[in-house]
């Protein structure tokens, strides 16, 4: 534990200015960032003494060991900067929303020649557009399948879509008058992008227009006695009423706003957000937030608003934006938001009619939310708790191992050779750190060998990384680069690998575990614990968990430690254990099937991956481009003579593939047209479990 007067900044070297500072902890880690008006002012206060702070921030300044600020022009400078550096650096005490669920969105790809209407989830692409988000995905598919009969837009696959112009047939929504049928020119690209567009104008609220159009349209059929016409015209208006009764009038004006409400205790606070667009209520979502410091419901207004707003432009930004309580100051915020949406934003706090009451409707959602989150989270903390505790006393450890990381080595009969770290933080996964590494030591299958290897190489790059930062004092013997850069990052993993150390942002290997367990006995752990001891690491303990009868096998031990069958301590390390045996078969498997993949053209220098693809288009398969001259492989875009000669060398030293084989009947198959994956390799189709692979 820090003292916070030991990196405290003289007063006369912070600028009286407006500005974004971080708190770092002795990792280099960055831990806190906020934004002031003043500086000089603002971080005064977390430097008096510690007994008049609110307990939260006392960990925070305690947790810190040095502080800096970057200096801005206005406040709406210090807001964008503040969010920036918040996504960037994820740091841990400052407030962060935890969405309760992943929302569906009602989606509509205007970016594809065809648009196609479908549910989506999680990080929106750009150029689709997006209505919701939605309590439950069923109620959009409601939605979708009421309005198709007026708007019948795509809503098939990629796959679907091309099988239907191969065939030139449509699939059943096309014959039921739920699809125009682009797939087989029924309309044009035009025409369908136009339907796709009146979709969204009456997804987006404009209503009236194409009901009053209808209506025009039914009575001029029912005039000149089309009443078939008819007919289908007024099932085509309920379809609409419908489907706008499913979102009742909350705000007469036609209002597009977002209302936000706030539900806190002294812990922990719920954020409940209702998206009106045309006077109805269009989606709803809910976050939940620790308090990690003493903080106002303005300024968690103005940290939701930023979570909304931070990455939305245009009309994803509302005019009207109406709140419990307003940031302090406002103006900034008010500011940002015009220049998100591009036109002047309204925020606001409602204070009778309509608003007034629908907002009231919010507040008791979010409420309601905390209690239910706290009836969970009571639950959940105390479990891991005594789960913590119970590892803690059973392996003798000084307190309890905050941080766990798990390694499993993972191959099939000695080939592909690879092995997995995941990890644990307060008892829960921690995927952004999750690490992966290919053994490269040695050739073969040798769990003990490939666990001392793995061991090594992670821990080196610790200690290189505490080393380079001037935390290891001692200065002996440099680590060679080489020898760390070893592991690969995580497909989990977010894109911060690889990312400069300097600058408090996630690095590979910079924070040591209290607790390293391996899939394992007495040969895997002895094998850990001798790679440790040559690194001279002594502060970081270990353990093995046995799949046999879940024993817990120690250093130097001869017996283990079992540990109750209802112990949380056991389920906890069975969670870590299971968690790294399936990260590790699945990278394993990646491989292998990559392997399997392999094609005669990955030996051809300086053919990419564009020109594979080029080639395999032209030709349609790898047997006719095997029996093509080197004539016929110039006429592929990107080819020249020289490339083709090598082609033809290097597919003509290639056996062939064996042929398919039909195995209900026997027959041999002729070769399919080959598809590329995305590496532009060719993918030999077939039945779904040749293609899938068994392993156990």
């Known amino acids: 534990m820090a003292d916070p007067s030991s990196y405290r900044p003289k007063p006369g070297q912070i600028p009286d200015s407006p500005g974004v500072y971080r708190f770092r902890d002795e990792h280099r880690r960055v831990i806190y960032v906020g934004k002031a008006k003043s500086l000089r002012q603002r971080l005064a206060n977390y430097f008096q003494d510690l007994a008049g702070l609110h307990p939260r921030t006392r960990t925070m300044v305690t947790t810190a060991a040095s502080v800096e600020w970057t200096v801005v022009s206005t406040e709406v400078e210090a807001l964008q900067l503040e969010y920036s550096w918040i996504k960037e650096f994820d740091p841990r005490f400052n407030v962060k929303y935890r969405d309760d669920k992943s929302y569906p969105y009602l989606a509509v790809t205007m970016?594809?020649?065809?648009?196609?209407?479908?549910v989506m989830r999680g990080h929106k692409k750009k150029g689709v557009r997006y209505f919701g988000p939605y309590a439950h995905a069923w109620a959009i598919r409601d939605t979708v399948d009421l309005l198709l009969r007026v708007f019948p837009v795509r809503t098939c696959?990629?796959?679907?879509?091309?099988?239907?112009?191969?065939?030139?047939?449509?699939?059943?929504?096309?014959?039921i008058g739920k699809c125009s049928a682009p797939c087989v020119d029924r309309v044009s690209a035009e025409e369908h992008r136009e339907l796709a567009e009146e979709f969204c104008d009456f997804m987006t609220g404009r209503t009236g227009t194409y009901l009053r159009r209808l209506e025009k349209q039914m009575t001029d059929a029912a005039e000149e006695m089309e009443y078939e016409r008819a007919a289908r015209l007024r099932d085509d208006i309920e379809a609409l009423k419908k489907a706008m009764e499913k979102n009742a009038v909350v705000l007469a004006d036609a209002t597009d706003a977002d209302l936000i409400a706030v539900a806190e205790d002294e812990l922990e606070a719920a954020v409940q957000i209702f998206h009106v667009r045309g006077g109805r209520v269009r989606g709803q979502r809910g976050w939940v937030t620790d308090k990690v410091e003493e903080i106002t419901t303005g300024a968690l207004v103005e940290h939701a608003l930023q979570q909304l707003y931070g990455e939305e432009i245009g009309d994803a930004v509302p005019k009207e934006v109406l709140v419990p309580a307003l940031p302090e100051p406002v103006e900034p915020v008010q500011e940002w938001l015009t220049g998100r949406r591009g036109s002047n934003v309204s925020l606001r706090i409602p204070q009778?009619?309509?608003?007034?009451?629908?907002?009231?409707?919010?507040?008791?959602?979010?409420?309601?939310?905390?209690?239910?989150h706290k009836t969970k989270r009571a639950s959940d903390l105390t479990t891991r708790s005594r789960a913590l505790e119970e590892i803690a006393?059973?392996?003798?450890?000084?307190?309890?191992?905050l941080r766990i990381e798990c390694y499993d080595i993972s191959h099939l009969q000695g080939d592909d050779v690879v092995a997995s770290m995941v990890v644990f933080e307060d008892g829960l996964q921690r995927k952004s750190e999750y690490r992966r590494f290919q053994i490269k030591g040695f050739e073969g299958q040798d769990d003990v060998r490939s666990m001392h290897e793995v061991i090594t190489r992670r821990f080196k790059r610790y200690l290189a990384e505490k080393e380079r930062t001037g935390e290891w004092a001692d200065g002996e013997n440099a680590l060679a680069a080489s020898d760390a850069e070893s592991a690969l990052p995580s497909s989990d993993a977010p894109l911060t690998n690889g990312l400069k150390d300097d600058d408090g942002r996630p690095k590979r290997f910079a924070y040591p575990p209290q607790l390293v367990v391996v899939d394992g006995g007495q040969p895997q752990v002895a094998a850990a614990k001798r790679a440790l001891d040559e690194l001279g690491i002594d502060d970081v303990a270990v353990c093995g968990l046995a799949k046999r009868l879940?024993?817990?096998?120690?250093?130097?031990?001869?017996?283990?430690v079992v540990l109750p069958r209802t112990s949380e301590g056991l389920y906890l390390l069975q969670r870590v254990r299971d968690e790294a045996h399936r990260f590790a078969i699945t990278y394993q498997r990646t491989k292998r099937a990559k392997r399997f993949r392999a094609s005669p053209l990955d030996d051809v220098p300086g053919l990419g991956d564009a020109r594979k693809q080029a080639l395999l288009k032209h030709f349609g398969s790898l047997k006719k481009l095997r029996s093509a001259t080197i004539d016929q492989i110039c006429e592929v875009p990107g080819i020249g003579r020289k490339t083709a000669e090598t082609i033809a060398v290097a597919l003509a030293q290639a056996a062939p593939a064996a042929p398919a084989v039909n195995t209900a009947t026997g027959e041999i198959m002729e070769e399919e047209p080959a598809t590329t994956g995305s590496s532009g390799e060719p993918v030999r189709t077939g039945a779904p479990d040749e293609r899938r692979g068994q392993e156990t």
Do not use: H, I
Not at 159 to 175: H, I, M
Not at 393 to 401: I, K, R, T, V
Not at 551 to 558: A, C, F, K
């Open 157 to 175: 696959s990629a796959g679907v879509f091309k099988n239907a112009s191969r065939t030139g047939r449509p699939c059943l929504l096309g014959y």
């Open 352 to 372: 009778r009619g309509d608003k007034r009451a629908l907002m009231e409707t919010v507040e008791r959602n979010a409420k309601q939310a905390l209690v239910l």
């Open 111 to 118: 970016n594809e020649e065809y648009p196609r209407v479908q």
């Open 393 to 401: 006393d059973a392996l003798d450890l000084d307190s309890a191992p």
């Open 550 to 560: 879940e024993e817990v096998w120690l250093p130097d031990d001869d017996d283990p």
